[in-house]
């Protein structure tokens, strides 16, 4: 079983960058479909950006398209979320999942999650 640690948040002002890192352990990180999703304070989990094992596919929410890349480096075991031009209504923790068989929108299709980072932007 794959297991995920996430870095890389803080605090940051609007329009300003950060970039998220998410390592993972084990022998079959090529095998994972990967996400970031995030959850703000009272509001369910939200879907961010997902990408296929190779690195191929990607897919962002409305929210982050344009601003957000997912990226992954199959051979540091290591998938990356980079955030630009962020707005305050992107605090939250981002958590960084794994799963099996092709890459979902939805949370509910991830069973492996790792701790979540927090990050915050100031107006």
């Known amino acids: 079983q794959v297991q995920l640690v996430e870095s890389g948040g803080g605090l940051v002002q609007a329009a300003g960058s950060l970039r998220l890192s998410c390592a993972a352990s084990?022998?079959?990180?090529?095998?994972?479909?990967m996400g970031w999703f995030r959850q703000a304070p009272g509001k369910e989990r939200e879907f961010v950006a997902i990408i296929d094992e190779s690195g191929e596919f990607t897919y962002y929410s409305d929210s982050v398209k344009g601003r957000f890349a997912i990226s992954r480096d199959n051979a540091e075991n290591t998938v990356y979320l980079q955030m630009n031009s962020l707005k305050p209504e992107d605090t939250a923790v981002y958590y960084c999942?794994?799963?099996?068989?092709?890459?979902?929108?939805?949370?509910?299709?991830?069973?492996?999650w790792g701790q979540g980072t927090q990050v915050t932007v100031s107006s």
């Open positions: 999942a794994a799963k099996m068989y092709g890459p979902s929108w939805s949370a509910l299709e991830y069973n492996t």
């Open positions: 084990g022998r079959t990180f090529s095998n994972y479909a």
